[in-house]
């Protein structure tokens, strides 16, 4: 069921096709959500809970994080923050700031070792 018109259309579609054969296995429409990005199939009528963010104007998941408003941008904008506020540590106590690969966000100079 496509709907045509209105803020509640679907904004993508999903095709699902088999390697081997190309033929296609499923189609559908999908919406995201407007708090966490999260992407799903539009199917009327499953009894799945959606819900419809009034200050984003947007869809939501129904997943509980996003049931309090904040929008994605705003959600990147505070990693942007907190990714900044880390290196300003880093760079003001002398940390070597790793943030992809390990364990653990931080990883102390020779001379800090043991203080995080």
């Known amino acids: 069921m496509t709907l045509l018109h209105g803020p509640r259309r679907p904004s993508g579609e999903l095709t699902i096709t088999d390697l081997d054969t190309g033929r296609i296995k499923a189609e559908g429409e999908t919406m995201s959500c407007a708090h966490c990005q999260r992407t799903w199939v539009v199917e009327p009528g499953s009894g799945r809970e959606r819900g419809w963010c009034f200050r984003c104007n947007g869809p939501t998941c129904g997943s509980r994080s996003c049931q309090v408003c904040v929008p994605w ?25 790793w943030t992809w690969g390990c364990g653990s ?12």
């Not at 990147?76 to 760079?91: G, Q, T």
């Not at 966000?105 to 995080?116: E, I, M, N, Q």
């Open 105 to 116: 966000p931080w990883r102390a100079s020779s001379s800090l070792r043991g203080g995080f």
């Open 73 to 97: 941008e705003r959600k990147l904008e505070m990693v942007e923050r907190r990714e900044n506020l880390r290196a300003a540590v880093a760079r003001n106590l002398g940390v070597q700031l």
